[in-house]
């Protein structure tokens, strides 16, 4: 074992090997694990931090475009697979390109959830113009059959029966999300469910200056509030006359007393965020602001390095301190004796050992081109070993991706 200064002159260890372009190693930790693993003792504290941000800033193979992942699971599929087949090909795929996770992707297709909670998320959707979400195709069917679509939530809302559900001739599209359920049918409520939490896009705002904008918030918050049947465009109408959605919205608020809140912004929180802006324009940024945004451009020069790169230390107490400079650094807990007994640890038990080699069952016919290729160059190193030839130790670099068989 050799130690000598690296390119920062610190310190490194240098096990004993028979050839310098051999990656460091441990014969013990190689027993151990019957694998392969690079040996490289941390030496120093300079070490330990280029060694964790190393892997930190470790960058990925880049990953490649989804049609282009689709397309390679297309060609390797006959014309009538089912197209569950083909999806959990592709969820494969995405695990292998790390992209999702192995869980993530097992709980798709199984069907389980991906979180759990104490409260209930729904998704609400007021774009406008409305389309319902098809239905599952018949493979059986024609090209010429009409699609059939699926009624959403909103579709059953806009048809309820006031004959048979008088109790919901007053509630609005918002507390239907939050409150009821469907079930058999027919909307129920849920009177000891906690309410859901609603999750409403697009996001519209009450923006003046975009007449297409506000006049869809407009309409949204009318839609989420006030009961309606049939065609939520009855809802701008005013004493029976179509005024548009903006005037019907100011309407709204001049007689009605109020409404539920709902996740959409309010005219006034976008004022105030306007009127916040342009103050934060003008005033000087506080001490800690600007802590905050050096701190993040340390990080971004951090990041803009990229990887492989050598941190400077110029102006860092490390090293340098109190607790650094009495810390003693030279002493050993081991013995030169117990060193002694480690180096020499293999050869004792192997001699106090009676080990039976086991020959592999390897069947040498089943070997590829490139297998077989790299087994005939290993064995006829070996017969030049045994005929006492003497030659340089072998060097072999098997590229490929992870599990081609390499090992």
Known sequence: MTIKPDEHEWPKIFPKRNDSLLNLYNATQILGWQANVDFSPITSIHATLNYIAKYCSKTEMKSEDYHQIFNSVLTSVDDDTPSRVVFQKLLSKLIIERDWTAQECCHLLLGLPLHKTSRQFKSLNLSWPWFNAFRELDPLM?????????????????????????????????????????????????????????????????????????????????????PYFQDVETLQQVDGVDVGWSEAYANCTATCGGHDDDPLVNEEDLEDNLDEEEEEEFE????????????????HRLANRGPRTQATYANSPLGKRDIDQEFNWHYSYTTA????????????????????????????????????????????????????????????????????EKS
């Open 142 to 226: 024609d090209d010429e059959d009409p699609l059939e679509t699926e009624k959403g939530w909103i579709d059953r809302y806009e048809h309820r029966s006031i004959q048979l559900n008088p109790e919901l001739a007053d509630v609005s599209l918002l507390q239907i999300y939050r409150r009821y359920d469907w079930r058999d049918g027919k909307f129920k409520l849920r009177p000891r469910a906690p309410a859901r939490i609603i999750m409403i896009w697009p996001n519209y705002i009450p923006d003046k200056s975009d007449p297409a904008m506000f006049e869809n918030w407009c309409r949204a918050k009318l839609q989420l509030h006030h």
């Open 284 to 299: 000087e940024p506080e001490e800690d602001e600007l802590e905050v945004e050096r701190e993040i451009l340390d990080w």
């Open 337 to 404: 004796e117990e060193f002694y007994q480690w180096e020499h640890y293999l050869d004792v038990q192997k001699r106090a050992t009676d080990i039976v080699e086991e020959i592999p069952d390897v069947d040498i016919s089943k070997l590829v081109d490139n297998q077989r290729r790299i087994f005939l160059r290993v064995v006829s190193h070996y017969h030049q070993i045994l005929a006492g030839d003497h030659p340089p130790p072998l060097r072999i670099n098997i590229d490929g991706t992870a599990v081609t």
